[in-house]
């Protein structure tokens, strides 16, 4: 029984002395935290779409053979399913949008979800923030990737002699050393880190909480994947730039693609009006292909040169160094994935949302939805559809 009062104790004072960031979290989203619609109740700035919009055309010959193909799983299970059945067993997805030879050649969606509603796509926001990243080089406000971050936030110099050994590069490769986790699972006995993240989703200063973070170990000595740095080169670019998060996105990004809405992106207040460049954008199925569209083309849209060709490659090309992440994007040596002859790199979030971008068969794949209960992972389960692709 003192056992268990202790534990009560030590729990709620935690809770208060790190301003109830977790107790936030459960009144805005319940138990299982954020879902692709919490946006509706965050702060969040606009990403602006232009005038004109670009469409994606409907193939004259549609893939209606994907609804009959069948799937199988490995040894000793060997059952057949099909693609909605291989992604989720239990009606979470949203919606599949593929893209092949630049026209529409599948799309469905369940539910009430519809190709024009907004969805938070988490994780692959850290991906179009590299994109960003790579157009700020471009520009001329950020000079090397090689810069430390120190150079941008000159608050951190004297906190630890490490700041102004992190480099940008290192945010890009998940190579920081900061002491941070996204652990998603509360726990007593992960209780610092489950808060931290949670303070990083719904805390009101992402400033102060860079400024207090500790690091783990020296920077560009391992890989370890976490969203605090994501976080710190969003700030970076803003402060290289001299931009809003938002609306750098929406003149380099949102505007030349011919997005057809509006986007979103979280913030952590209006008074500090920091951007969640780690997971809080919001948009549609079809512009989110439109990124895919971008990487597809090594970096130009429609003649119109966005972001350089070498970035593209530095983020997409089959490397199995860094666990097969590069430049906030994966390719299929994360999830174990032995290298094919035509090999796909994708975008991930939680809970299963995904860019996936094949250029050897001209595809783009992407998926929205709730949850993940299928056999398999969505990115291994369009590669597995790239190698079956019929023309």
Not at 103 to 117: M, P
Not at 327 to 336: I, R, S, T
């Amino acid at each position: 029984m003192k056992s268990f009062i202790k534990t009560v104790t030590f729990v709620l004072c935690a809770l208060y002395l790190s301003s109830c960031a977790i107790i936030r979290g459960y009144r805005a989203d319940g138990l299982y935290g954020p879902d692709i619609f919490s946006f509706e109740h965050c702060e969040h700035d606009t990403i602006a779409k232009g005038e004109q919009s670009f469409q994606f055309p409907v193939a004259m010959k549609r893939a209606d053979w994907i609804d009959t193909l069948h799937f199988y799983n490995n040894p000793p299970h060997c059952i057949n399913m099909t693609l909605k059945e291989a992604m989720d067993q239990k009606s979470t997805t949203q919606g599949v949008l593929i893209i092949h030879n630049d026209s529409i050649v599948y799309e469905n969606y369940w539910g009430d979800f519809s190709a024009d509603r907004l969805a938070t796509i988490f994780s692959v926001s850290k991906s179009i923030t590299s994109l960003l990243c790579g157009i700020a080089v471009d520009d001329g406000y950020i000079e090397s990737i090689d810069d430390p971050v120190t150079k941008y936030l000159p608050e951190l110099k004297g906190k630890d002699p490490r700041w102004e050994r992190l480099t940008i590069r290192h945010l890009l490769d998940m190579q920081s050393g900061l002491d941070f986790d996204d652990e998603y699972e509360f726990n007593i006995k992960e209780l610092k880190q489950v808060n931290a993240i949670a303070r990083l989703n719904y805390g009101h200063d992402i400033i102060s909480q860079i400024k207090g973070i500790k690091f783990r170990c020296e920077p560009g000595t391992e890989f370890r994947y976490e969203s605090m740095t994501s976080a710190i080169l969003g700030v970076v670019i803003e402060r290289a730039s001299g931009i809003r998060y938002s609306d750098y996105l929406s003149e380099k990004v949102w505007k030349p693609l011919g997005m057809e809405s509006d986007a979103l992106v979280n913030i952590d207040s209006r008074k500090h009006d920091v951007a969640h460049a780690f997971g809080g954008i919001t948009l549609t199925i079809k512009d989110l292909a439109k990124i895919g569209r971008l990487y597809l083309n090594l970096g130009v849209w429609d003649g119109k040169r966005i972001v350089s060709e070498e970035w593209i490659r530095r983020s997409s090309e089959y490397d199995d160094s860094n666990h097969g992440y590069h430049f906030n994007w994966y390719n299929l040596h994360y999830e174990g994935y032995n290298r094919s002859q035509f090999p796909g790199y994708y975008a991930v979030g939680i809970k299963e949302q995904v860019l996936y971008v094949n250029p050897y068969k001209n595809l783009i794949m992407v998926r929205i939805g709730m949850h993940n209960n299928g056999w398999t992972v969505v990115p291994v389960l369009f590669e597995t559809l790239s190698h079956r692709w019929i023309d």
